[in-house]
């Protein structure tokens, strides 16, 4: 499952404790489906969780009618179509929204987003509908495919204004109006605000590991001569972490084993001392967390460790 969809089907599990929240969440699913419109349209998902949750608002909130079809496709991967059926159905979500059939351009109907929380769950809407990111391992970037340019402007709005603001730029690709994150720090806080804590926490992990990484191949480049071997050790333990970061999840580590691979990766070059006298435990302490950590590294590599060290050092 690509890292999107993952986020997506963490959205979806997020439940609203205020009926205003619930609203507002089904508004942002709808307004940015492409099914918002008076005509019948069949719009087209790659994720499951996004036409079964846009179906489940559209009837709990307007009690519309909404047929979903299953397109498997071998090379393209499948999909999942999604029609609102009925003039009666369309009607009856534009009038719960406060919006009328006949207006010339879409806009956010603000009376629809009432407290903080409203926000958060109309933006996670928005998201599942309209909005993907990219594996932070390949490149740090979430974006919203919007294809009407008020509507663009006022999600660019909703997103910028205000605290907490998330920086997002527009532009325009193939006819639609893309709104764009780059900024790590700021995709970390919108996966948070919108409730996928998991996926945020993994962002953060990948770019933890990718900076230790990058930190320990700067050095070996300007030191090989002579690198020292508390360095050699740590790109060791780094590539070990980083190892059962990408298959069991750092997640599933003890609470001390997690706390020194935290530890470790914001601070590469480290001595074992150093490690100690910040968890406050003895050297050989630090020694033992560190052979278990290898271990586990080295079962979740299937025995192979140090052909993914090796990879993952000269990658
Ligand atoms: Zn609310």
């Known amino acids: 499952m690509s890292f999107s969809s993952e986020v997506k089907r963490e959205l979806c599990k997020v439940e609203n404790k205020e009926k205003?929240?619930?609203?507002?969440?089904?508004?942002?699913?709808?307004?940015?489906?492409?099914?918002?419109?008076?005509?019948?349209?069949?719009?087209?998902?790659?994720?499951?969780?996004?036409?079964?949750?846009?179906?489940?608002?559209?009837?709990?909130?307007?009690?519309?009618?909404?047929?979903?079809?299953?397109?498997?496709?071998?090379?393209?991967?499948?999909?999942?179509?999604?029609?609102?059926?009925?003039?009666d159905s369309r009607k009856s979500i534009y009038e719960v929204?406060?919006?009328?059939?006949?207006?010339?351009?879409?806009?956010?109907?603000?009376?629809?987003?009432?407290?903080?929380?409203?926000?958060?769950a109309f933006l996670r809407g928005a998201f599942i509908s309209a909005g993907s990111i990219t594996d932070p391992n390949k490149e740090y970037h979430l974006e919203f495919v919007v294809p009407h340019s008020y509507l663009a402007n006022d999600l660019l709005a909703v997103l910028n204004d205000g605290e907490p603001g998330f920086q997002s730029s527009l532009t325009e690709r193939g006819g639609n109006y893309?709104?764009?994150?780059?900024?790590?720090?700021?995709?970390?806080?919108?996966?948070?605000?919108?409730?996928?804590?998991?996926?945020?926490?993994?962002?953060?992990?990948v770019k933890m590991y990718k900076e230790a990484m990058n930190d320990i191949n700067r050095k070996s480049n300007f030191e090989t001569a002579n690198m020292d071997k508390t360095f050699s050790a740590s790109a060791k333990q780094v590539a070990a972490i980083a190892v059962i970061n990408d298959t069991v999840g750092l997640g599933s580590l003890s609470e001390e084993l997690q706390q020194l691979a935290t530890l470790r990766l914001e601070n590469?070059?480290?001595?074992?001392?150093?490690?100690?006298?910040?968890?406050?435990?003895?050297?050989?302490?630090?020694?033992?967390?560190?052979?278990?950590?290898?271990?586990?590294?080295?079962?979740?590599?299937?025995?192979?460790?140090?052909?993914?060290?090796a990879k993952s050092l000269n990658e």
């Open 20 to 87: 205003c929240c619930r609203k507002a969440e089904g508004y942002g699913l709808l307004l940015f489906s492409r099914c918002f419109t008076p005509f019948h349209k069949k719009v087209s998902f790659e994720s499951v969780h996004t036409v079964n949750i846009i179906a489940q608002y559209a009837s709990a909130l307007a009690g519309a009618i909404v047929d979903i079809s299953a397109k498997v496709s071998r090379s393209r991967g499948d999909s999942y179509a999604l029609s609102i059926i009925g003039d």
């Open 97 to 120: 929204f406060g919006h009328d059939l006949h207006e010339l351009n879409l806009r956010i109907n603000k009376n629809n987003i009432k407290c903080e929380n409203c926000k958060k």
């Open 178 to 205: 893309i709104i764009y994150i780059k900024d790590s720090n700021k995709i970390e806080d919108l996966l948070t605000y919108m409730g996928a804590i998991n996926s945020s926490m993994e962002l953060m992990q």
């Open 268 to 309: 590469p070059d480290l001595s074992l001392k150093g490690l100690s006298e910040i968890l406050g435990i003895s050297r050989s302490g630090v020694n033992h967390r560190i052979k278990r950590l290898v271990e586990i590294a080295e079962r979740c590599a299937g025995g192979n460790l140090e052909e993914w060290t």
